[in-house]
Structures are given as C-alpha cells and as structure tokens.
C-alpha cells in the first residue's frame, strides 16, 4: 500500500514525498495478532496453528516482532510526526501483562503473555506505549474505533459494553466533538470500507480478509475534504444457480 501510494520505494525506505513533501501517514493500530487461525499458520509457515504448541507460539512472536521492527525503522527515516501508528486494542493488549489475552473467532491471542508467551522486545514496547490514541488533522479525527474518548479506552468495560456498537446506532457521534469528519479501523466490514454516524465516519477494516486491503487518501483544504479511496475491495462471484 505505501508503494502504490507513493510513500515507499522499491526497498520499501521512506519516498522523498513523505519525508520531505506535505504529506502525513497515519496507521490506524492493531499492528500485531494475526486474525484468523489460517493467518498465523501462513505467517510461521506450518499447516495448522496451535496457540498452545509453544514452538508455533514462540514462532508467531519472532515474526510478529520482526515486522514490527521493519515498521520501527520504516518510522525512524521519517521526520518526527510525519507518520503516525494510532494504539490499537491488540497492540494496547498485547503491552498491557495484566490484561488478560483477546480472542478472534476461534484463536487465542497469546503472544506476549506471561504463562504462555516470552518478554516482548523492551524497546519494542516502549515504542507502542509511545503511540497515542487519537489524531486531529484540520477537523479530520482519527482513531482506532471511534470519535469519543471511551471509544479507544481499551479497558475491562471497553469489551464487556462492546463500545465497537456505536456504528449500528443511527446517531451523528461527531456531533459536539469539534470534529468535521472520523476515520476509523478497528470493526471489519467486508471490501474495507464502509460508514457509520449518519455518513460522517468512514470505517476502514478488511481484517486481512484474503487480499483485500483499503487506504484513505484524504486531501484536506480550506474548503473541506477531498477523499479518494483506494485500494482492493470486496469483489465477489455469486455463481449462478443450477
């Protein structure tokens, strides 16, 4: 995505565009715990995934760390707040030892947890606990799951009230925030895209579903927002019936 965006080269280092150009990124968090059982045995190269085969365990560590270094250095050749990674809950969890581990469908997310996974690297953690929880760019609120503060409070109430529920309710949530516009991840919509808050947030999630990956360009102006969207959306073949 940041190639086709201009924002990586062929080596994958930082264009001169974004270190230089008047651009900014932002990643909207969850950077680590694959989602599916299937990711994480694509990821360690193995036919199934055990959680708690510490071998597969200890494996989806070391690559998930691995990325995360390659992100870290992809960071470190940017000017400072030229790019920036949003906290998401896996990466909130995934730094928290007393937060007990998340699930996705039918996996464990036990990386990093003390009984079950090893330390995470120290400056790796450090570096996520770096990461703040929203972004305002010219009235252009960023986020991980939503537009109010309890949103992205990723604490014991955050799953036990499910807060990710604001997007079915018919109800502006920007109103009274001072924010023209959200963009959020966090909720998977099938093609990665989609709108919540009476049309004034976009949802941007594909869950890693097969290839399908979605990107905002939003050119921001005195007049308002120019958005594009790019990227692989759901694209579907219903077969025809016998």
């Not at 250095?73 to 809950?89: A, W």
């Not at 023209?180 to 999630?205: E, F, I, K, M």
């Amino acid at each position: 995505m940041l190639r086709d965006a201009g924002l990586a080269d062929e080596r994958n280092k930082p264009t001169d565009e974004l270190r230089e150009g008047d651009v900014k990124l932002v990643l909207l968090g969850d950077l680590v715990h694959a989602k599916s059982r299937e990711r994480y045995a694509e990821l360690i190269n193995v036919r199934r995934y055990d959680e708690y085969n510490p071998r597969h365990l200890a494996r989806a560590e070391q690559a998930q760390e691995s990325f995360l270094r390659e992100v870290k250095g992809f960071q470190d050749r940017v000017p400072e707040g030229r790019m920036v990674i949003l906290m998401g809950n896996h990466d909130f969890n995934a730094v928290t030892e007393d937060q007990g581990p998340l699930r996705t469908d039918d996996v464990a997310h036990l990386e990093w947890k003390p009984g079950h996974g090893n330390p995470m690297d120290p400056e790796l953690k450090e570096w996520i606990l770096s990461w703040p929880y929203e972004l305002v760019v010219d009235g252009l609120h960023l986020a991980h799951v939503g537009p109010l503060p309890e949103h992205n409070t990723f604490d014991q109430g955050f799953y036990l009230e499910n807060r990710r529920r604001w997007i079915q309710e018919d109800q502006d949530f920007l109103e009274g925030t001072g924010h023209r516009l959200g963009v959020y991840g966090h909720t998977p919509v099938r093609g990665g895209v989609n709108v919540a808050s009476q049309g004034r947030a976009l949802l941007l999630d594909t869950n890693g579903h097969k290839d399908e990956y979605v990107y905002l360009d939003a050119d921001v102006g005195p007049e308002g927002y120019r958005l594009r969207l790019k990227g692989l959306f759901f694209d579907e073949l219903i077969p025809r019936e016998p």
